[in-house]
């Protein structure tokens, strides 16, 4: 069963000068367990469908809908902050919080505090592949794989089940890169995440268990979906 | 042309940067155009006024008889020739331009024959006369004139009575005489003449002969023939002024003086020495000339003494001269002919009168010039500097052309910093667009004039509708222009010593051409032109660098242990925290700022302080003067005009002298006779009375220091015995003594005691004096003093015990003797004051009135008049005061008129004139007015200007964080949390970097004062404001495009 659809989502970007149609039409759902991954060329729509599966705004016509609740009927914050997590090509690290601040930051906007947070940050970031030392460490004392992984930790923080990736290998060297989707495939075939990438990276494509194309803001099915593992 | 479309297409397609930038360069052209046009006025202003303004002055000798025009005083002569070093040291100031001597010269002519109050002895006579009879009863002979050797009138052929006076030798019936004397009015038709000793000092004139009467038998050489050509030098001259700029002449320059008819002289006849003369209307009315006619004229000069006296005059001129022009009169240049002479610089020469000559000066120069000449203040010189009011009128304009000149230098500051950003966003960030023009094959020259199609068509457009705004706004902003200088103008100068040199006014009428803005506009696109070409030449400059390579060195903060904190404000406090250089920016900015505003506050309140402290403490004073506003004693004053102004609270330290006539002669030291005649014994009654007129002046004073000697001298010390001091010449004494009383209708004669208050028997004399007789202080002297009494006689009187308790120096050699006024005030003074007064006129109309000296006044009055030391009726030498409040000065303006006193030069020749010296005053409380108001004006500018930085800089210190706020956002934080979060980071940063900075002005041992603590709450304000605005919009959803920019 789908987590998140996308039903007749247009969405229009109004400027003085003109208007530009990126997303028309689009209709697409997405399960939890499963690796989605959108490719397009530049421009096609993919960062905007995924910034409105993010909640960081709402279609122009059309929804988005979440466990069969339409986001422009709820609160795109406690969404944002309960049920979709989003790691950024750029990674997105807060620069004043350490990696453990930076990871316990969601984990305490949802009452989740104290020393049950931070072990819990340290756990995560274990998972991620990290050592403890970098729990006290600043984000830009870290390397851009490390940082991603670091914002990987966070959006796991969250305790979603949508976790959307902006070409997250898009900043990464291959041999980081190949660890990030391993950890994204990871999550998703491993802990039930829906982890829908954007993505320009043929490797991510196809490992992915489906991939979304779109052009021209319009979405296609380029590659079966497989039932999930 | 591709070039040019393609750069003006470049501008109109961003139009909210073209507008934006066309309309700022509009304002900062507008703004340059104005300070520009502004300056340019004031500076023209100035200019103006260097050539309408004259500035001279004049160097007088403080002597015994100052200001006296007429006599001749060889003190004088000493005076130059002692200080001959510093007066040269003056000529050669390089303020001096040039220096015109005073000269001593007279004309006489046969037809000048004057009638004027201002002829020195209007009724002397020298007449050859037959006598005709001799009336035993009237003792007067009754004379026949055969020839009038010199009189006022033509008495030939005309009966004279003629009264004889005592020892006079008899005159024989039918014989012919020569006689000397005066004529006087007698009770009949006949005029009646008095032979007489025609001896008397005024006007410096000594003429002395000794037996008036002589028979007929008297040549041309006899003294009876030259005081006839005297009295004619004397009574029937002109004084002649040679100048070689008469403009610049004292009169004229004070406009004293005014042409009424014809021209000044002209270069050539400067250069001639032509024969042409300008004189006064009195001499034209007399002579019954007009401009273009011709006088003849005899001028002389004295070689070394007195130019009025025939023996030692020579005769350097005479002929006929043209009438150039005719002037105004004056009474104080009545009789005046002026006649040009090229300009020689020469030094002083003989002088009658105290003025020795005057200095022209350069303007901007005479206060210098002024400090200069104080070394011969201290010897008894004066250098009185007349500017026509050049510093009045330019002063206030030279602080305006600083403040413009400022605010113009801020303009074009302005003008560059909005040029360059222009130049910055219009052609800096173009930096692609000129590589791709480049890589296309496009040349440097097309790409700039690309460039410059774009800039310098901005720049034009903001410039000429600047120039223009500018253009439209010029009649109001001269209108302020103009209310700025008639605010000074308009300065209450009455009774003021700032209106002693102010004869002009040159009326501030700005009117620039347009030349002002073109200049204004071709310097904002001269500007834009060559900033548009610095940006051009630098973006193709990084084409062959690594233009867009531009590493970011990134922030590494010390490593921090990860936090325990947690709640609400967990981030906003960590922020604080670990912000470093942001966190000390902010702090450091609010430190910056209540430092700055505790500064700037405290110096405006210092200024303020000053200016407070300066009006609560500065000495004002005033005097009573004559019609020039000479600083003199001598003068008669009426007791009803001072006792009116020192009755009333405005004024203190009310000083009045009164020499009543007196003069002393001392002639016995204690024990020690210093002269061996014993006036109140003496045979030689007349010699006495030589010695008397020949002795220091016993002048009575309220006070020695206060004294007019002091007040004008400004230099001078007193020294006292011991235990006497200023208070002793206030204190009264009461002398009690008893008299017999004889009854005629009784016979007996009853002892009647009396008593009546006097001043102490103490005097000050000067130290010359006491060397001179020597006497010390203590001694105790005896005296014979003479004085006149209104009817012009004159009588001597004796004073024995008069203690001396102070000796005193002045720069001005003066031997005058002071003595308490209550105790040289004449006989019936001391009675007024004593209740010696007409019992019968009390009670009259219910009103307990007296008469005193002939003026009627209460009992309550006489009172005060007593507590002052006053005596109703009597008149005084000299009148100084002291202002009570400085804040008052206005009212006493007020109260000086309301008491009867008036201006300097006024045409009211019966109220006495006034000064209030208040010039150093009114300069310096109005240059601190004008220095507060110029400050407040440019900190409420900084206020403004700080405030604006602080709402930027907050601005941009949270705008730099919105990609951290996007963050947060995008992880789901409520937008209030973020806000809170950020808001209060920002208030509490900038109120502990304020609460710092309070703390650091305290430190300083300065209290904040409630206006930095105002200006602190004002700024702390307006950054959170500004936190606040930024803050909100940033947590609008857009803000989420944050996200995806690059870093």
Redesign the interface.
Known sequence: MSIIEAHDVTYKYVTKYQTVNALNGVNCAFEEGRLYALVGKSGSGK?TLL?LM?G??LPTTGEIVFEGKPTSSINL??????NAA?I?Q?F???????V??NVT??M??RGF??KKA?DKAAELIKKVGLPDTV????P??LSGGEQQRVAVA?AMS?DTKLLLADEPTGNLDTENSRRIIDLLIDLAHNDGYCVVVVTHDPEIASRADTTYRIRDGVIFEEKQAVPAV | MLAIRNGVKSALRTPGKTILFALILTMIAALLAVSFSVFSAVRGYINDCNGYFHTIAELEYVGRDYPDPFVYDEAVAEAVEENRGLIDELMANEAVTAFEPASAYIAVSDSIHRFDENVMDPNAAVLDVNVMSYDSELSMYTVLVNNSLYSRNDYTGKLVLLKTFDGMDAMQIGKNYTIAGRFFKGNTSNPWFAAADLTYSEGGVEVTVDKPVLSSEVGPDSEFHKLARDLHFKNDSVRVTYTSSIEDLYPFHQQILKLDSGRFFTEEEYASRAKVCIISERIAGLLDLKTGDSIRLDIFTSDGGNVYDSGSLRETDSGEYEIVGIQTDSASFPYRVFMPVPDSSGGIVNVNGYTLGQFRLKNDKAAAFSEASAALFEKGFRVNVYDQGYSAATEPMRELLLISAVFLAVCLLMAVCALALQSHLFVGRQREAARTMHDLGSGKAHIIVYFLSSALLLSLIGAALGCAAAKLMEGRVFGLLKDFASQFANTDLRFSSSSLALSRTLELSPAPGFIVYLAAGLVLAAGAVILTLIFSAAAMKTRTGSAGKRTVKARVPRRARTSRLSGMFKYGLLSMRRGGARTIAVLAMGVVAAVFFGRLVSSLEGYREQLASYIENAQISGYATDSEGHRLSGLVLKSKPIFALSSSDLVKDCNFSSGFGHIMFIWKVGDKYVEYTHPATSFAYETTFDKIWKSPAWTGVSSVSGSPLFHYSASGSVEWLEGYGEEDFKRVDVVRGTYEDYDPYTGETRTEEYAYETGLQICALSRDTMEEYGIKLGDELEAAYGYYADNGSGMISYISGLKVVACYTSATKSSEVFSPLTLVQPDRAFAAMSNYYDESELENGGQDMVWINGERITRSTLAKYRELGLVPGLSYSSFTFGLADNTRLDELRDKLTECGFTYVRSNDRHMTPAVIEDEIYLNTVHSMERQIQYVSVLYYALYIMAGAIGFVLAWLFVMSRRREIAVQRALGTQPARILLNFFLEQAILIFAGLALGLAATKLTGVDPSPMQLMLCAAFLALWALASLICLITGLRRRSFAALTEPE
Do not use: H, I
């Open positions: 960062s910034s993010a960081l705004m914050d406690k969404y944002r902050r309960e989003v950024y750029s997105r690290l807060l620069p004043l919080l350490t453990s601040e930051y969601p305490e906007l505090k104290g931070r729990l006290d460490r600043f830009n004392m966070r969250m």
